[in-house]
């Protein structure tokens, strides 16, 4: 089974600290995905990444940065933490193709004070 | 760009009732679509994907979907609810020979009476 894990399923930060959310994989999956989930507008994409040290902006990606210096490993980086991304993350993972299944982690929900 | 339109963000049926929860998209050609289920406190689980082989997509746990492209739509069934399938449920499309994420809908929470 494709296992994608996530660092922590709890965070709470304040107002401008740095945040780190880690992600990893099990199943030597290319793409990886950074979503952001919140009640009544779905998940929106933040920031993906198809190989090791590529990185592409998603519909979202203000505020955040990302990492993948291993093929494993993506991570998503808030430079300085806001309210306004207090919110649940949810990483994911895929082989390379469209029509492939993309495997989520249970999600980090994180709260900005 | 496309989209995609989940009509109703709560929809209630009893135990044993049919479940029906729709699904439609916005893309000139026909995209691959994927419907997901989110149990409490989880991340999202793959339920089936349309990829053209077949329509009528079977999925895990008793669901299917029926591809219409003259509807533009991907409406997601399951005969009798059961109370385990309480969840919140997500609508995704991807545009063939994109390279990106994926596109979801707004959400669906399925709600089942006893």
């Known amino acids: 089974d494709v296992k994608v894990t996530q660092s922590s399923r709890y965070l709470v930060k304040r107002t401008g600290e740095k945040v780190f959310l880690e992600c990893v994989q099990d199943m030597d999956h290319e793409n990886m995905f950074w979503y952001r989930q919140d009640p009544g507008l779905g998940l929106r994409l933040i920031y993906f990444?198809?190989?090791?040290?590529?990185?592409e902006k998603g519909d979202i990606p203000e505020g955040y940065s990302v990492s993948r210096e291993k093929k494993e490993r993506f991570s998503l980086i808030l430079e300085s933490a806001s309210t306004n991304q207090t919110s649940m993350y949810l990483c994911a993972s895929s082989l390379v193709g469209p029509q492939e299944t993309q495997y989520f982690g249970p999600g980090t929900r994180l709260l900005v004070l | 760009a496309q989209s995609v339109t989940q009509l109703g963000s709560h929809v209630s049926v009893s135990e044993g009732a049919l479940v029906l929860l729709r699904c439609n998209y916005s893309s000139s050609v026909p995209p691959y679509l994927f419907w997901y289920v989110q149990y409490p406190n989880q991340g999202l689980q793959l339920l089936l994907k349309y990829t053209s082989a077949a329509t009528l997509v079977k999925g895990i746990n008793g669901f299917e979907a029926e591809f219409k492209k003259s509807e533009t739509s991907f409406h997601l069934t399951k005969p009798s609810a059961h109370m385990s399938d309480a969840a919140e449920y997500f609508c995704a499309v991807r545009a063939r020979g994109g390279a990106d994420g994926l596109t979801f809908g707004k959400g669906t929470h399925l709600i089942i009476q006893p």
């Open positions: 990444s198809y190989d090791v040290k590529m990185k």
